[in-house]
């Protein structure tokens, strides 16, 4: 579901990781902004794609 943080946050992070392994740090960095547009007031959720974020290139 679409208001699930944790399984959001999940699939986010697995989609960034493709977009990375295929070479698209700007997909994998649209898709880390689009999970904290998604949950703005979620701290798990800013924490880990904050972490995610500073290991882009």
Do not use: C, H, W
Not at 40 to 45: K, R
Request: hydrophobic share 45%.
């Amino acid at each position: 579901p679409a208001d699930n943080a944790r399984m959001a946050l999940q699939v986010g992070m697995l989609r960034s990781d493709v977009y990375l392994a295929m070479g698209q740090p700007d997909s994998a960095r649209t898709v880390l902004q689009q999970l904290i547009a998604q949950f703005p007031d979620n701290s798990m959720v800013q924490r880990v794609v904050g972490e995610a974020g500073a290991k882009l290139p």
